[in-house]
């Protein structure tokens, strides 16, 4: 009887053991899922035997789709004490009762500007949320603008005792003049103790402000620290930029993407984007620490305990895209704390989360020197990671070529590949073209990597997207009998190139500018360039003349164009003026808009991190054009998955708008549902009064979709 007792006690310890884990993930309070950045859930009720029956139970409409601007909803909601937080299309606050979807309230941060102030406010994307409470002080944070917002989660109301008046300008801390520069966030902070730590988001171009990471009182906003990722004299790093003063003036470096706690060591880990200008590095020579790394700071005191730069003087704008998940693995008989992360380079990182040392194998190899950029500097090796192997192409041969193209198409393609610069992931580039693979855009995304606890899988959805980028040289100086017309395309090229293309024709996820004066009239586009839109950074460094020249040459505005240009301002750094820009965010496509490479376009991988092998991988969702044709092709995807205990996976994230649950296991599609909008965002699941819930927000808008302004919550029926 006595042995009997001592059996059962232990299968219970040992049941305990093995689900104690993961009992803290049964919720849904922060971007992600949780401080440890996993995406999973310890739910079960929605599992592979039922996942076919969900159906939508509410759906929440914000009221606020801009269809003319490709408005979208990124938004990854929080669930926390039965109420659901996002934001809108126009980056409304609002709170929900999760079970039905009934609205609470909503915050307008339009509202704390005048009217006519208000054509100023720039239109973030806005991935989450961040929630506080101590006791029955209960605070949301969010970016809107330039602002970090704080709102009363009970009523909706700013907070008045926090910064000023419950909102705090992003421009504050980063030790130098940036009132002219543009300042966001598209991610959310993350909260340690009684500090909330925030990234940014910034200009990309030669005029980005420093992406130092701060971190604030939550109660009064007062700053608390910052940690430099341009480092400034006597501080480590700082030898690696050869211009001892380009902490004056560079740039970039930010964390836009967000971040993970590890609440129990007290560490953040904060992913670095690269410094500005992000294609030409002749003005920051050097490896560039922090850009490019992942840091490993004190979320106290904001002090590095370690980093790893996983590209060394980045120029292919190949940021440190989503923040790492938080796990531990079994590797040679031990269990080791670690953290992984994907990049646009389509590797995994996994590193020891005390020292950042590699688990697997990180190689320096050589990679080619031969720019014929004047005046830059390129890294002689970059980090390589052995494995896991590459979850995208890292580089393409004439037998990657679409082969679905018609023969004209693919003559064309064919003939454009053989006159690009290519054969390395590190390609030097080139006023000839340079093809860029993974591209701008490939690899892994915003949406990061999900991992289950449990098996120690990681999983991770990945787009197969080639860029083409071309370099030309750009004029010194404005002649001195310039016209309106000269002014106005010298500061296009400079300034607005680069994302719209040479012939305003539009590149990438950015819109053509051909016709826009259909659109907009001068002083709404002039308001426009000073206030930014999402993707597009506010020019407040720009002179009134220069913008109303922009605006004549983009408009074809002829009664001015050909005026004398005038401008008694004072002009740009001439540290930042750049002999160089590219000719746009230019995808590797055919002139019909499809891609260049052969499918798959979008693939969704399951990774053993015990072994560092994959278990299954699969195409992600579809391309309309061969969709209807019966070709599965995959789709370019943007936005993170869900896994649960019940044994799902569940992904929206593809341009064809449908969610999807997969069978975390085998990776076989179980169920889908097509939604009113493309979903670019991740899911959240949380349970209430014992029912499970799924919810998404559809809101469309990215790769010429349309655009959404629904939250679509789904459950089992007869619940």
Known sequence: MFKRLLSFLFCLYFFYACTSSTDNYNGWKMYGGNSDNNHYSSLTQIDTNNVQQLQPVWTYNTGDVDTANHSQIQCNPIMVNGVLYGTSPLMKLFALDAATGKQKWVFNPFDSFSANKRSFFILNNCRGVTYWNEGDDKRIFYTAGTDLYCINAADGKPVASFGNNGKLDLHTGLDRDVSDKFITATSPGVVYKDVIIMGSRVDEGANAAPGHIRAFDVRTGKLRWVFHTIPQPGEFGYDTWEDTAAYKHIGGANVWSGFTLDEKRGIVFAPTGSASFDFYGGKRRGDNLFANSMLALDALTGKRIWHFQTIHHDTWDHDLSSPPALVTINKDGKKIDAIAFTTKTAFVFVLDRETGKPIYPVEERPVPQNTELEGEYLSPTQPYVVKPAPFSRQNIT??????????????????????????????????????????????????????????????????????????????????????????????????????????RQGSGNYPSLININKKYTAAQLHDLVSAGRRMMPAFTQLSEAEKQAIAAYILDIHSIQQKKFIDTTKKEDPYLKMPYAITGYNWFV??????????????????????????????????????????????????????????????????????????????????????????????????????????????????????????????????
């Open 398 to 503: 004439e037998n990657d070529l679409n082969t679905l193209l018609p023969d004209s198409s693919y003559a064309a393609v064919k003939k454009q590949f053989e006159s690009y610069d290519k054969g390395n992931m590190f390609q030097p580039l080139s006023k000839r073209g340079t093809i860029v693979a993974p591209g701008l855009d490939g690899g892994g995304e915003w949406g990061g990597p999900s991992y289950d606890p449990e098996t120690g899988i990681l999983y991770v959805n990945a787009n197969e997207q080639i860029s083409i980028l071309t370099i030309v040289d750009l004029k010194d100086d404005a002649s001195k009998n310039e016209t309106v017309l000269n002014a106005g395309e010298r500061l296009y090229k400079t300034n607005c190139m680069t994302c719209h293309g040479a012939e």
């Open 590 to 719: 055919t002139k019909e808009g499809l891609p260049a490479i052969a499918p798959p376009f979008g693939t969704l991988n399951a990774i053993d991190l015990n072994t560092g092998e994959y278990v299954w991988r699969d195409t992600l969702g579809d391309h309309p054009y061969y969709a209807a044709k019966g070709i599965h092709t995959g789709s370019e995807n943007y936005g993170g998955s869900v896994i649960t205990k019940g044994g799902l996976l569940f992904i929206a994230a593809t341009r064809d708008g449908h969610l999807r649950a997969f069978n975390k296991r085998t990776g076989k599609l179980l169920w889908e549902y097509k939604l009113p909008a493309p979903a670019f965002a991740t899911p959240a699941t949380y349970e209430i009064d014992g029912d499970q819930y799924i919810v998404i927000a559809c809101g469309g808008g990215k790769l010429n979709t349309i655009s959404g302004d629904a939250y679509i919550a789904f459950k089992l029926p007869g619940r």
